[in-house]
């Protein structure tokens, strides 16, 4: 499906895809997970985001923010919301594929 239909599956394990418009790993004291958005960038609240949490980052061969930056990707789980924004968490490289 289309990134911005990801809010109507909010619940369900999907595949949603689209641009990535920008990739960025946290530093701060709440741990260092990495945001993949796509479609738009931060602080867009018309976006999804891909959310790969500090302890997962170890099982990407290559740093998941340079990997994707500027690709087109299909991302494979569970869409949740976040403060009104889609996203999807992930675990391991499998559930993002380059389109």
Do not use: K
């Not at 530093?27 to 891909?50: L, Y």
């Not at 949490?53 to 170890?58: F, K």
């Not at 994707?68 to 992930?90: A, S």
């Amino acid at each position: 499906m289309l990134w911005q239909d990801a809010a109507n599956y909010v619940g369900e394990v999907e595949t949603v895809c689209g641009p990535v418009a920008e990739t960025h790993q946290e530093t701060g004291p709440r741990g260092q997970p990495t945001f993949i958005n796509v479609g738009r960038s931060f602080p867009e609240p018309d976006r999804f985001t891909v959310v790969i949490w500090e302890e997962h980052r170890a099982n990407f061969d290559e740093a998941p923010d340079r990997a994707y930056d500027g690709e087109t990707i299909c991302v494979t789980g569970e869409i949740e919301l976040y403060e009104g924004v889609p996203q999807i968490e992930v675990q391991r490289p499998a559930q993002i594929e380059l389109n």
